[in-house]
Protein backbone atom coordinates (compact mmCIF):
# COMPACT_ATOMS: atom_id res chain seq x y z
CA UNK A 1 0.00 0.00 0.00
CA UNK A 2 1.29 3.28 -1.15
CA UNK A 3 1.42 5.98 1.70
CA UNK A 4 0.05 9.32 -0.17
CA UNK A 5 0.55 12.04 1.66
CA UNK A 6 -1.51 15.11 0.69
CA UNK A 7 0.35 18.59 0.28
CA UNK A 8 -1.48 21.65 1.92
CA UNK A 9 -1.83 24.49 -1.16
CA UNK A 10 -4.03 26.82 1.49
CA UNK A 11 -6.02 26.18 4.43
CA UNK A 12 -8.69 25.18 2.68
CA UNK A 13 -7.45 23.20 -0.07
CA UNK A 14 -4.97 19.74 -0.47
CA UNK A 15 -3.19 18.16 -3.65
CA UNK A 16 -2.07 14.33 -3.68
CA UNK A 17 0.55 13.44 -6.31
CA UNK A 18 -1.19 9.95 -7.16
CA UNK A 19 1.76 7.26 -7.86
CA UNK A 20 -0.63 5.44 -10.89
CA UNK A 21 0.79 8.80 -12.99
CA UNK A 22 4.21 8.29 -12.43
CA UNK A 23 4.69 4.80 -12.35
CA UNK A 24 4.07 3.39 -15.50
CA UNK A 25 0.43 1.75 -14.35
CA UNK A 26 -1.64 0.31 -17.33
CA UNK A 27 -4.13 2.83 -18.70
CA UNK A 28 -2.85 5.66 -16.81
CA UNK A 29 -1.62 8.62 -18.46
CA UNK A 30 2.51 9.95 -16.85
CA UNK A 31 3.71 12.82 -16.15
CA UNK A 32 6.85 13.75 -17.61
CA UNK A 33 7.14 17.10 -15.12
CA UNK A 34 8.77 16.97 -11.67
CA UNK A 35 6.04 16.40 -8.53
CA UNK A 36 6.82 20.00 -7.65
CA UNK A 37 5.94 21.16 -11.15
CA UNK A 38 2.57 19.40 -10.92
CA UNK A 39 1.75 21.08 -7.57
CA UNK A 40 2.41 24.53 -9.07
CA UNK A 41 0.84 23.65 -12.11
CA UNK A 42 -2.54 22.89 -9.57
CA UNK A 43 -1.75 25.97 -7.65
CA UNK A 44 -2.05 28.36 -10.72
CA UNK A 45 -5.17 26.48 -11.69
CA UNK A 46 -6.54 27.28 -8.45
CA UNK A 47 -5.20 30.76 -8.45
CA UNK A 48 -7.11 31.87 -11.75
CA UNK A 49 -10.40 29.82 -10.89
CA UNK A 50 -10.08 26.92 -13.83
CA UNK A 51 -10.93 24.47 -10.94
CA UNK A 52 -14.60 24.44 -11.45
CA UNK A 53 -16.50 22.42 -8.69
CA UNK A 54 -14.93 18.92 -8.80
CA UNK A 55 -13.56 19.54 -12.38
CA UNK A 56 -10.32 21.40 -12.90
CA UNK A 57 -7.87 22.19 -15.64
CA UNK A 58 -4.58 23.24 -15.75
CA UNK A 59 -1.60 24.36 -17.74
CA UNK A 60 2.08 24.24 -17.69
CA UNK A 61 3.23 27.63 -18.90
CA UNK A 62 6.43 29.62 -19.20
CA UNK A 63 4.90 32.68 -19.52
CA UNK A 64 2.43 32.51 -21.83
CA UNK A 65 3.35 29.41 -23.90
CA UNK A 66 2.08 26.39 -22.98
CA UNK A 67 4.87 23.29 -22.24
CA UNK A 68 4.34 19.69 -22.46
CA UNK A 69 3.41 18.19 -18.90
CA UNK A 70 3.01 14.25 -19.79
CA UNK A 71 2.22 11.35 -21.98
CA UNK A 72 -0.74 9.29 -23.17
CA UNK A 73 -0.63 6.07 -21.39
CA UNK A 74 0.54 3.88 -24.81
CA UNK A 75 3.24 6.62 -24.87
CA UNK A 76 1.89 7.57 -28.50
CA UNK A 77 0.79 11.09 -27.49
CA UNK A 78 2.47 14.02 -26.20
CA UNK A 79 -0.48 15.51 -23.55
CA UNK A 80 -0.23 19.76 -22.51
CA UNK A 81 -3.53 19.51 -20.05
CA UNK A 82 -3.51 18.84 -16.58
CA UNK A 83 -6.73 17.53 -15.56
CA UNK A 84 -7.81 17.78 -11.48
CA UNK A 85 -10.25 16.00 -9.99
CA UNK A 86 -11.92 16.83 -6.34
CA UNK A 87 -13.23 12.92 -5.90
CA UNK A 88 -14.34 13.31 -2.61
CA UNK A 89 -15.35 16.95 -2.28
CA UNK A 90 -13.80 17.70 0.24
CA UNK A 91 -11.46 19.87 -1.69
CA UNK A 92 -8.53 17.57 -1.98
CA UNK A 93 -7.65 17.25 -5.41
CA UNK A 94 -5.51 14.73 -7.45
CA UNK A 95 -4.89 15.14 -11.36
CA UNK A 96 -2.99 13.77 -14.37
CA UNK A 97 -2.27 14.59 -17.56
CA UNK A 98 -5.34 14.80 -19.76
CA UNK A 99 -5.66 12.57 -22.89
CA UNK A 100 -8.57 14.24 -25.25
CA UNK A 101 -8.44 11.81 -27.75
CA UNK A 102 -8.87 9.02 -25.30
CA UNK A 103 -11.61 9.93 -23.30
CA UNK A 104 -14.27 12.39 -23.38
CA UNK A 105 -13.98 13.59 -19.78
CA UNK A 106 -10.51 14.80 -20.83
CA UNK A 107 -12.10 17.65 -22.50
CA UNK A 108 -12.25 20.71 -21.21
CA UNK A 109 -15.59 22.83 -20.45
CA UNK A 110 -15.93 24.73 -23.51
CA UNK A 111 -15.85 28.12 -21.77
CA UNK A 112 -12.32 27.59 -19.84
CA UNK A 113 -10.93 26.81 -24.04
CA UNK A 114 -12.35 29.91 -24.91
CA UNK A 115 -11.03 31.72 -22.05
CA UNK A 116 -8.04 29.97 -22.89
CA UNK A 117 -8.37 30.59 -26.33
CA UNK A 118 -8.88 34.28 -25.59
CA UNK A 119 -5.89 34.89 -23.12
CA UNK A 120 -3.59 33.62 -26.32
CA UNK A 121 -2.68 30.41 -24.07
CA UNK A 122 -4.23 28.04 -26.63
CA UNK A 123 -4.21 29.03 -30.57
CA UNK A 124 -7.69 28.31 -32.28
CA UNK A 125 -6.43 25.50 -34.62
CA UNK A 126 -5.08 23.54 -30.75
CA UNK A 127 -8.23 23.90 -29.40
CA UNK A 128 -10.88 23.05 -32.41
CA UNK A 129 -8.62 19.59 -32.55
CA UNK A 130 -9.08 19.48 -28.67
CA UNK A 131 -12.96 19.88 -28.89
CA UNK A 132 -12.93 16.98 -32.26
CA UNK A 133 -11.26 14.96 -30.12
CA UNK A 134 -8.64 15.19 -32.88
CA UNK A 135 -4.38 14.09 -31.80
CA UNK A 136 -3.10 17.50 -31.36
CA UNK A 137 0.64 18.71 -31.25
CA UNK A 138 1.89 22.01 -29.27
CA UNK B 1 -6.81 24.36 -63.30
CA UNK B 2 -6.64 26.62 -60.05
CA UNK B 3 -9.32 27.12 -57.86
CA UNK B 4 -11.05 30.27 -57.40
CA UNK B 5 -10.67 32.16 -54.01
CA UNK B 6 -12.90 34.18 -52.24
CA UNK B 7 -11.16 35.60 -48.91
CA UNK B 8 -13.59 36.95 -45.97
CA UNK B 9 -11.26 38.62 -43.20
CA UNK B 10 -11.97 38.22 -39.62
CA UNK B 11 -11.65 36.17 -36.60
CA UNK B 12 -13.95 33.18 -37.35
CA UNK B 13 -14.46 29.62 -35.72
CA UNK B 14 -16.36 27.99 -38.45
CA UNK B 15 -18.41 28.57 -41.56
CA UNK B 16 -21.35 26.74 -43.66
CA UNK B 17 -23.27 27.48 -46.42
CA UNK B 18 -26.97 25.84 -46.72
CA UNK B 19 -30.06 27.00 -48.44
CA UNK B 20 -28.64 30.59 -49.61
CA UNK B 21 -27.03 31.44 -46.55
CA UNK B 22 -23.38 31.09 -45.75
CA UNK B 23 -23.68 30.93 -41.54
CA UNK B 24 -20.16 32.56 -39.80
CA UNK B 25 -19.46 31.31 -36.43
CA UNK B 26 -17.21 34.21 -35.10
CA UNK B 27 -15.00 33.74 -31.91
CA UNK B 28 -16.15 36.29 -29.99
CA UNK B 29 -19.19 34.50 -29.45
CA UNK B 30 -22.17 35.71 -32.57
CA UNK B 31 -22.89 33.90 -35.52
CA UNK B 32 -23.42 36.27 -38.67
CA UNK B 33 -25.90 35.10 -40.83
CA UNK B 34 -25.18 36.18 -44.49
CA UNK B 35 -27.24 36.43 -48.03
CA UNK B 36 -24.23 34.14 -50.11
CA UNK B 37 -26.07 35.30 -53.67
CA UNK B 38 -25.73 39.29 -52.62
CA UNK B 39 -22.21 38.82 -51.46
CA UNK B 40 -21.34 37.13 -54.49
CA UNK B 41 -23.02 39.75 -56.79
CA UNK B 42 -21.17 42.19 -55.02
CA UNK B 43 -17.83 40.68 -55.80
CA UNK B 44 -18.09 40.30 -59.45
CA UNK B 45 -16.74 43.72 -60.55
CA UNK B 46 -16.52 43.03 -64.29
CA UNK B 47 -18.86 41.04 -66.15
CA UNK B 48 -17.04 38.59 -67.92
CA UNK B 49 -16.99 36.99 -64.56
CA UNK B 50 -20.62 36.66 -64.15
CA UNK B 51 -20.84 33.16 -65.39
CA UNK B 52 -17.77 31.39 -63.89
CA UNK B 53 -18.50 33.16 -60.40
CA UNK B 54 -21.95 31.59 -61.00
CA UNK B 55 -21.40 28.53 -61.50
CA UNK B 56 -18.21 28.32 -59.37
CA UNK B 57 -19.87 29.66 -55.82
CA UNK B 58 -23.99 29.52 -56.90
CA UNK B 59 -24.65 26.49 -58.85
CA UNK B 60 -21.92 24.33 -58.93
CA UNK B 61 -24.58 21.38 -59.81
CA UNK B 62 -25.28 22.85 -62.94
CA UNK B 63 -22.23 21.90 -65.17
CA UNK B 64 -22.88 18.39 -64.62
CA UNK B 65 -25.98 18.20 -66.37
CA UNK B 66 -26.61 16.31 -69.27
CA UNK B 67 -27.30 19.44 -71.82
CA UNK B 68 -23.67 21.15 -71.21
CA UNK B 69 -22.60 17.16 -71.30
CA UNK B 70 -22.80 17.14 -74.84
CA UNK B 71 -21.82 21.08 -75.19
CA UNK B 72 -18.44 20.47 -73.33
CA UNK B 73 -17.79 17.64 -76.09
CA UNK B 74 -17.38 20.61 -78.67
CA UNK B 75 -13.38 21.43 -77.60
CA UNK B 76 -13.71 25.23 -78.67
CA UNK B 77 -16.58 25.78 -76.40
CA UNK B 78 -14.87 23.81 -73.24
CA UNK B 79 -11.65 25.68 -74.17
CA UNK B 80 -13.40 29.29 -73.34
CA UNK B 81 -15.30 28.22 -70.32
CA UNK B 82 -11.80 26.78 -68.99
CA UNK B 83 -10.03 30.30 -69.92
CA UNK B 84 -12.83 31.75 -67.94
CA UNK B 85 -12.13 30.23 -65.65
CA UNK B 86 -8.50 30.38 -65.71
CA UNK B 87 -8.72 33.98 -65.57
CA UNK B 88 -11.13 34.43 -62.71
CA UNK B 89 -8.64 31.76 -60.51
CA UNK B 90 -6.14 34.54 -61.12
CA UNK B 91 -8.18 37.01 -59.56
CA UNK B 92 -8.33 37.00 -55.60
CA UNK B 93 -12.10 38.24 -54.54
CA UNK B 94 -11.67 39.95 -51.02
CA UNK B 95 -14.89 40.61 -49.04
CA UNK B 96 -14.58 44.22 -47.73
CA UNK B 97 -15.74 44.89 -43.88
CA UNK B 98 -18.12 47.06 -45.03
CA UNK B 99 -20.00 44.34 -46.71
CA UNK B 100 -20.73 42.04 -43.63
CA UNK B 101 -21.04 45.23 -41.23
CA UNK B 102 -23.59 46.83 -44.14
CA UNK B 103 -25.28 43.07 -43.99
CA UNK B 104 -25.30 42.74 -40.11
CA UNK B 105 -28.48 42.80 -39.44
CA UNK B 106 -28.10 39.53 -38.99
CA UNK B 107 -25.57 38.92 -36.27
CA UNK B 108 -26.86 37.50 -33.49
CA UNK B 109 -25.14 35.78 -29.71
CA UNK B 110 -24.35 32.31 -30.71
CA UNK B 111 -25.81 30.50 -27.85
CA UNK B 112 -24.95 26.97 -28.70
CA UNK B 113 -22.42 25.76 -26.70
CA UNK B 114 -19.34 27.39 -27.90
CA UNK B 115 -16.34 26.76 -29.58
CA UNK B 116 -18.23 23.63 -31.04
CA UNK B 117 -16.98 20.70 -32.25
CA UNK B 118 -18.86 20.27 -35.33
CA UNK B 119 -22.05 21.94 -37.11
CA UNK B 120 -24.85 20.41 -39.52
CA UNK B 121 -27.59 21.46 -41.29
CA UNK B 122 -31.18 19.13 -42.04
CA UNK B 123 -34.69 20.31 -43.24
CA UNK B 124 -33.82 23.45 -42.23
CA UNK B 125 -32.37 22.99 -38.75
CA UNK B 126 -28.62 23.45 -37.69
CA UNK B 127 -27.32 20.66 -35.19
CA UNK B 128 -24.44 22.28 -33.68
CA UNK B 129 -22.46 19.14 -31.88
CA UNK B 130 -19.82 19.64 -28.36
CA UNK B 131 -19.10 17.65 -25.33
CA UNK B 132 -22.41 18.11 -23.63
CA UNK B 133 -24.28 16.84 -26.29
CA UNK B 134 -26.21 17.92 -29.75
CA UNK B 135 -28.42 21.45 -29.54
CA UNK B 136 -30.97 22.04 -32.52
CA UNK B 137 -32.21 25.40 -33.90
CA UNK B 138 -34.64 26.27 -36.21
CA UNK B 139 -32.98 28.18 -39.84
CA UNK B 140 -35.88 27.99 -41.70
CA UNK B 141 -36.09 31.64 -42.28
CA UNK B 142 -39.27 32.51 -40.58
CA UNK B 143 -37.03 33.88 -37.39
CA UNK B 144 -35.81 37.54 -36.94
CA UNK B 145 -32.45 36.44 -37.08
CA UNK B 146 -30.49 34.05 -39.17
CA UNK B 147 -30.85 30.83 -36.52
CA UNK B 148 -34.02 30.75 -34.15
CA UNK B 149 -32.69 32.23 -30.82
CA UNK B 150 -34.92 29.15 -29.37
CA UNK B 151 -32.28 26.21 -28.67
CA UNK B 152 -33.27 22.74 -27.70
CA UNK B 153 -31.00 19.69 -26.94
CA UNK B 154 -31.76 16.31 -28.75
CA UNK B 155 -29.02 14.10 -26.92
CA UNK B 156 -26.79 14.25 -24.06
CA UNK B 157 -24.26 12.37 -26.34
CA UNK B 158 -20.78 13.97 -26.21
CA UNK B 159 -20.29 15.17 -29.86
CA UNK B 160 -17.02 15.30 -32.00
CA UNK B 161 -17.96 14.93 -35.17
CA UNK B 162 -22.01 15.48 -37.16
CA UNK B 163 -23.17 14.29 -40.81
CA UNK B 164 -27.21 14.12 -41.35
CA UNK B 165 -28.68 12.34 -44.15
CA UNK B 166 -31.89 9.80 -44.55
CA UNK B 167 -33.63 12.40 -41.81
CA UNK B 168 -30.86 10.60 -39.23
CA UNK B 169 -27.72 12.13 -37.47
CA UNK B 170 -24.95 10.26 -37.44
CA UNK B 171 -22.43 11.37 -34.31
CA UNK B 172 -19.25 10.41 -33.94
CA UNK B 173 -19.37 10.49 -29.68
CA UNK B 174 -15.46 9.41 -29.17
CA UNK B 175 -15.15 6.67 -26.01
CA UNK B 176 -18.78 6.46 -26.21
CA UNK B 177 -18.49 4.99 -30.24
CA UNK B 178 -20.73 5.66 -32.88
CA UNK B 179 -24.26 6.67 -33.46
CA UNK B 180 -27.54 7.39 -35.08
CA UNK B 181 -29.99 9.27 -34.18
CA UNK B 182 -33.38 10.37 -36.01
CA UNK B 183 -34.00 13.76 -37.27
CA UNK B 184 -37.28 14.15 -36.01
CA UNK B 185 -37.89 18.06 -34.50
CA UNK B 186 -41.67 17.11 -34.06
CA UNK B 187 -40.52 13.88 -31.57
CA UNK B 188 -38.16 16.21 -29.92
CA UNK B 189 -40.61 19.06 -29.23
CA UNK B 190 -43.09 17.16 -27.78
CA UNK B 191 -40.29 15.46 -25.42
CA UNK B 192 -40.76 12.24 -26.60
CA UNK B 193 -37.75 9.67 -26.09
CA UNK B 194 -35.40 9.60 -28.78
CA UNK B 195 -34.10 6.58 -29.61
CA UNK B 196 -30.36 6.10 -29.86
CA UNK B 197 -28.55 3.22 -31.92
CA UNK B 198 -25.34 3.02 -30.82
CA UNK B 199 -23.91 1.45 -33.93
CA UNK B 200 -19.92 0.70 -32.59
CA UNK B 201 -18.01 0.98 -29.51
CA UNK B 202 -14.58 1.66 -30.57
CA UNK B 203 -12.88 5.41 -30.38
CA UNK B 204 -15.03 6.81 -33.00
CA UNK B 205 -13.73 10.88 -33.65
CA UNK B 206 -15.53 11.41 -37.10
CA UNK B 207 -18.45 10.32 -39.07
CA UNK B 208 -19.67 10.19 -42.55
CA UNK B 209 -22.17 9.41 -45.04
CA UNK B 210 -21.34 5.99 -47.44
CA UNK B 211 -24.73 6.26 -49.35
CA UNK B 212 -27.18 4.72 -46.51
CA UNK B 213 -24.11 3.16 -44.37
CA UNK B 214 -22.04 5.50 -41.98
CA UNK B 215 -18.08 5.63 -41.62
CA UNK B 216 -16.63 6.00 -38.09
CA UNK B 217 -12.98 7.07 -38.49
CA UNK B 218 -10.99 6.60 -35.64
CA UNK B 219 -7.30 7.63 -34.44
CA UNK B 220 -6.92 4.69 -31.73
CA UNK B 221 -9.02 1.87 -32.54
CA UNK B 222 -10.09 0.28 -36.08
CA UNK B 223 -12.08 2.54 -38.52
CA UNK B 224 -15.55 1.11 -39.06
CA UNK B 225 -18.37 1.25 -41.35
CA UNK B 226 -21.80 0.50 -39.87
CA UNK B 227 -23.34 -1.01 -43.11
CA UNK B 228 -27.36 -0.81 -43.60
CA UNK B 229 -29.35 -2.19 -46.58
CA UNK B 230 -32.23 -1.07 -47.77
CA UNK B 231 -35.36 -2.67 -47.35
CA UNK B 232 -38.00 -2.52 -50.49
CA UNK B 233 -41.80 -2.78 -49.77
CA UNK B 234 -42.90 -5.52 -51.66
CA UNK B 235 -46.30 -3.94 -52.36
CA UNK B 236 -45.26 0.02 -52.82
CA UNK B 237 -42.72 1.07 -55.79
CA UNK B 238 -39.72 3.18 -54.37
CA UNK B 239 -41.02 2.80 -50.83
CA UNK B 240 -38.30 1.36 -48.11
CA UNK B 241 -36.59 1.28 -44.93
CA UNK B 242 -32.91 1.43 -44.32
CA UNK B 243 -31.85 -1.25 -41.83
CA UNK B 244 -28.62 -2.60 -40.19
CA UNK B 245 -27.02 -5.24 -41.73
CA UNK B 246 -23.14 -5.33 -39.74
CA UNK B 247 -20.06 -3.73 -38.74
CA UNK B 248 -17.48 -4.03 -41.63
CA UNK B 249 -14.04 -3.23 -40.09
CA UNK B 250 -11.30 -1.15 -41.97
CA UNK B 251 -9.18 -4.26 -42.09
CA UNK B 252 -11.41 -6.48 -44.17
CA UNK B 253 -11.77 -3.36 -46.30
CA UNK B 254 -8.47 -2.59 -46.87
CA UNK B 255 -6.38 -5.37 -46.11
CA UNK B 256 -4.58 -3.15 -43.40
CA UNK B 257 -5.43 -0.70 -40.27
CA UNK B 258 -4.90 2.95 -40.07
CA UNK B 259 -6.96 6.25 -39.53
CA UNK B 260 -9.39 5.68 -42.43
CA UNK B 261 -12.75 7.92 -43.98
CA UNK B 262 -15.62 7.42 -46.15
CA UNK B 263 -17.94 9.27 -48.09
CA UNK B 264 -20.11 7.77 -50.51
CA UNK B 265 -18.48 5.64 -53.30
CA UNK B 266 -14.86 6.27 -52.22
CA UNK B 267 -12.92 4.77 -48.71
CA UNK B 268 -9.73 6.12 -47.73
CA UNK B 269 -7.15 5.10 -45.50
CA UNK B 270 -3.73 7.05 -44.60
CA UNK B 271 -0.51 5.21 -44.13
CA UNK B 272 2.87 6.14 -44.11
CA UNK B 273 3.79 8.58 -47.48
CA UNK B 274 0.27 7.35 -48.88
CA UNK B 275 -3.19 6.98 -48.99
CA UNK B 276 -5.43 3.94 -49.53
CA UNK B 277 -8.65 4.20 -51.86
CA UNK B 278 -11.43 2.18 -52.46
CA UNK B 279 -14.31 1.86 -54.48
CA UNK B 280 -17.62 1.24 -52.19
CA UNK B 281 -20.46 -0.41 -54.73
CA UNK B 282 -23.01 -1.37 -51.82
CA UNK B 283 -25.76 -2.36 -54.31
CA UNK B 284 -23.21 -5.30 -55.31
CA UNK B 285 -25.43 -8.26 -55.10
CA UNK B 286 -22.09 -10.26 -53.79
CA UNK B 287 -20.90 -8.19 -50.30
CA UNK B 288 -17.06 -9.29 -51.43
CA UNK B 289 -17.57 -7.10 -54.47
CA UNK B 290 -18.57 -4.13 -52.33
CA UNK B 291 -15.01 -3.12 -52.27
CA UNK B 292 -12.55 -2.40 -54.83
CA UNK B 293 -9.05 -1.76 -54.44
CA UNK B 294 -8.29 1.21 -56.73
CA UNK B 295 -4.63 1.72 -55.59
CA UNK B 296 -2.81 4.67 -53.33
CA UNK B 297 -1.69 8.01 -54.15
CA UNK B 298 1.46 9.38 -52.90
CA UNK B 299 1.46 12.04 -49.87
CA UNK B 300 4.48 14.18 -49.12
CA UNK B 301 5.91 13.39 -45.67
CA UNK B 302 6.72 17.22 -44.33
CA UNK B 303 3.05 17.60 -43.98
CA UNK B 304 2.78 15.53 -41.11
CA UNK B 305 0.08 13.07 -39.72
CA UNK B 306 -3.45 13.21 -41.21
CA UNK B 307 -5.43 14.70 -38.51
CA UNK B 308 -9.10 13.97 -40.37
CA UNK B 309 -10.71 13.76 -43.88
CA UNK B 310 -13.29 14.25 -46.15
CA UNK B 311 -14.72 13.74 -49.81
CA UNK B 312 -16.65 15.84 -52.15
CA UNK B 313 -16.74 15.41 -56.15
CA UNK B 314 -13.64 17.44 -56.49
CA UNK B 315 -11.47 15.52 -54.51
CA UNK B 316 -10.32 14.56 -51.20
CA UNK B 317 -9.21 16.87 -49.06
CA UNK B 318 -6.55 15.53 -46.11
CA UNK B 319 -6.17 17.42 -42.96
CA UNK B 320 -2.73 16.92 -42.10
CA UNK B 321 -0.76 18.39 -38.94
CA UNK B 322 0.95 20.92 -41.37
CA UNK B 323 -1.18 21.51 -44.17
CA UNK B 324 -4.48 20.71 -45.88
CA UNK B 325 -3.76 18.47 -48.97
CA UNK B 326 -6.33 18.49 -51.35
CA UNK B 327 -5.97 15.56 -54.15
CA UNK B 328 -7.89 16.58 -57.39
CA UNK B 329 -10.52 14.11 -59.03
CA UNK B 330 -7.97 15.07 -61.94
CA UNK B 331 -4.94 13.45 -60.04
CA UNK B 332 -3.86 16.81 -59.32
CA UNK B 333 -2.79 17.88 -55.92
CA UNK B 334 -3.12 21.07 -54.18
CA UNK B 335 -1.29 21.97 -50.45
CA UNK B 336 -2.37 24.64 -48.42
CA UNK B 337 0.13 24.99 -45.84
CA UNK B 338 -0.43 25.65 -42.35
CA UNK B 339 -3.06 24.43 -39.57
CA UNK B 340 -6.43 25.38 -39.75
CA UNK B 341 -8.79 26.35 -37.36
CA UNK B 342 -11.69 24.20 -39.02
CA UNK B 343 -12.50 23.61 -42.45
CA UNK B 344 -15.61 21.43 -44.36
CA UNK B 345 -16.80 20.03 -47.44
CA UNK B 346 -20.51 20.19 -49.16
CA UNK B 347 -20.52 16.39 -50.56
CA UNK B 348 -24.27 16.31 -50.08
CA UNK B 349 -24.58 19.71 -51.29
CA UNK B 350 -27.01 20.23 -54.65
CA UNK B 351 -24.86 23.96 -55.51
CA UNK B 352 -21.99 23.85 -52.92
CA UNK B 353 -20.76 20.73 -53.51
CA UNK B 354 -17.10 22.06 -55.37
CA UNK B 355 -16.18 24.14 -52.22
CA UNK B 356 -13.90 24.08 -49.67
CA UNK B 357 -13.49 26.04 -47.05
CA UNK B 358 -10.76 26.83 -45.02
CA UNK B 359 -10.89 28.96 -41.58
CA UNK B 360 -7.68 30.33 -40.77
CA UNK B 361 -6.83 32.31 -37.54
CA UNK B 362 -7.67 35.79 -39.44
CA UNK B 363 -9.71 34.75 -42.54
CA UNK B 364 -11.95 32.55 -44.25
CA UNK B 365 -10.62 31.46 -47.82
CA UNK B 366 -13.94 30.01 -49.66
CA UNK B 367 -11.90 28.10 -52.47
CA UNK B 368 -14.17 26.52 -55.76
CA UNK B 369 -13.09 23.55 -57.80
CA UNK B 370 -14.21 23.66 -61.09
CA UNK B 371 -12.23 20.73 -63.07
CA UNK B 372 -14.28 17.63 -62.06
CA UNK B 373 -16.78 18.28 -64.85
CA UNK B 374 -14.32 17.26 -67.33
CA UNK B 375 -12.91 14.17 -65.42
CA UNK B 376 -14.59 10.31 -66.35
CA UNK B 377 -16.62 9.73 -63.42
CA UNK B 378 -16.99 6.11 -63.07
CA UNK B 379 -13.47 5.31 -63.55
CA UNK B 380 -11.55 8.92 -60.99
CA UNK B 381 -9.74 7.50 -57.78
CA UNK B 382 -10.00 11.34 -55.62
CA UNK B 383 -13.84 12.45 -54.86
CA UNK B 384 -16.93 10.91 -55.10
CA UNK B 385 -18.23 9.88 -58.18
CA UNK B 386 -21.23 11.63 -59.80
CA UNK B 387 -23.04 9.07 -60.95
CA UNK B 388 -26.70 8.75 -62.97
CA UNK B 389 -28.75 8.04 -60.01
CA UNK B 390 -28.08 11.17 -58.28
CA UNK B 391 -31.47 13.52 -58.98
CA UNK B 392 -30.63 15.84 -61.89
CA UNK B 393 -31.44 19.09 -63.02
CA UNK B 394 -32.33 18.14 -66.51
Known amino acids: MVNIIPHEIDKNTKYIIHPDHRNNTRDKSQW??????????????????????????GLYLNGNTVLILGHSSDNQRSLFIARFIDSTNKQEWHGYPADHVRRNSDIPAVELLQTWMTNGYLRPAKVSKIVRGKPCNL | MQPLKIIIPGSFWDSYLYTGNLYLFLRDGSIQTIDWQALIKELIDDPYYNLVM???????????????KSIFEDNEVKDLLIEKFRR???????VENGFLSAHGNKLQENKFPFPHADATFHYNNIFIGSRSGVHYASCSGST?????????????????????????????????????????????????????????????DDCQWTFYSIYGSSHLNNGVMASFVKDYDE????????????????????????YSWGTQ????????????????????????????????IELASW?????????ALFGTVIECEEAIVVVLSNDKIFTFPGEPVNWRVFPRSKNYENQL????????????????????QYNKKAGTSFINWRKRRF
Open chain 1, 32 to 57: TISPDVEIGVFTYSLNNSWLIKQDGW
Open chain 2, 54 to 68: EWAFLDSNYLYGELL
Open chain 2, 88 to 94: ASTKEFV
Open chain 2, 144 to 204: KYGISTRIHKTTDIPTHALAASYKNLAIAAGEDGLFQIPVNINDYNRKKTIKEFRLSNNII
Open chain 2, 235 to 258: HQKGIYERKFSRLIFDEEIFEHSG
Open chain 2, 265 to 296: DKLYQSAPGRVRVVKYTPWQKDSESNFTNLGE
Open chain 2, 303 to 311: KGGVISGDT
Open chain 2, 357 to 376: HIVYEDRIEILSFNHDYFVD
